[in-house]
Structure formats: C-alpha cells, structure tokens
C-alpha cells in the first residue's frame, strides 16, 4: 500500500471515529431521539453527505459498523487451524476480529454508557451480536461439515 493510501486510510478512520465519538456523546446528553444527523455532521465539521458516506444511518453512526470477521484468519479458520480444537479456534477467531479494531478504552466506556441508557440500541446491539454469531455458525458448519455434531437439530437456535 502506497503511503499516500495509507495516509488516507488513517484518515477515514480517524475522521470514522470521530463522528461516531460525537455521535454517542449526543446521545447521552440529548438521548437517541435527541438530535438530527445534520447536528451531528455540525458537531464533527463534515458535509451531510460526508457524514451519510461513512455511516448510511444514525443508529450506524452511534454503534458503528458491524465488526467483520479478518478474512486471513477466517481462510486459517476453514482450514481447521490455527490449533485444530474447534473452541480454541473460534478465541483466536475472535481474537482476530476484535483485534483488527483498536478500541480506546475512554471511548469504549462512553459507548457501553450510551448503549446501557437506551433499551433501542441494547435490541439494535443484540441484533448486531446475533448476525455476527449467525456468520460465525455458518463458518462453523462448513469447516465441520453439515454432519458434524454442531449441525444436530436445535442446536444452534435459540
């Protein structure tokens, strides 16, 4: 990668963290309902449509993207590695995927605090939770095979 991509690169993450840190702090001063995407994109000093290219909602710019799964450790995963044991596999899994995040510890207790005052995002954060489970019980299926022991009846469903 080129230095000038990276730089760039560092740049949509840097500007991606601030609006949703400005984003969360409006929501806990006014609440979710509170305030408007165009008073957020004022907040952080962007377009409205710069701030619509970064999160496509406002409950995207409070929450965030929803975390991906790195795809060499997914591609290492399918494999039966990095160890072979599947539970041991799935930590290292998401290890990776937290890991490919660096998470400021100021902005995760101001995201913990948003999220625990409002029953609407703690839904929107569960939903999120069981669509990345969903993925990674797909992956787990198909590197154990559809008739391993994890593919039984009810096993995977709530």
Sequence with gaps: ?????????????????RIM????????SAGYDGWTMDELAEAVDVSRRTLFNYYPAKIDAVLGPIPDLPQ????????????????????VLARAMLDS????????????????RSPRLLV?????????TAALVEHILEREGPSSAYAGPGCWSA
């Design 1 to 17: 990668m080129s230095q000038s991509a990276t730089t760039r690169a560092a740049k949509r993450v840097a500007t991606s963290r």
């Design 21 to 28: 840190r400005a984003a969360n702090q409006l929501t806990l």
């Design 72 to 91: 060499p450790a997914l591609d290492v995963f399918r494999a039966q590695g990095p160890t072979g044991v599947l539970i041991e596999d799935c930590r």
């Design 101 to 116: 995040e660096q998470y400021d510890p100021q902005e995760l207790h101001l995201h913990r605090e948003v999220i625990s």
């Design 124 to 132: 929107e954060v569960l939903n999120r939770f069981e669509q990345v």
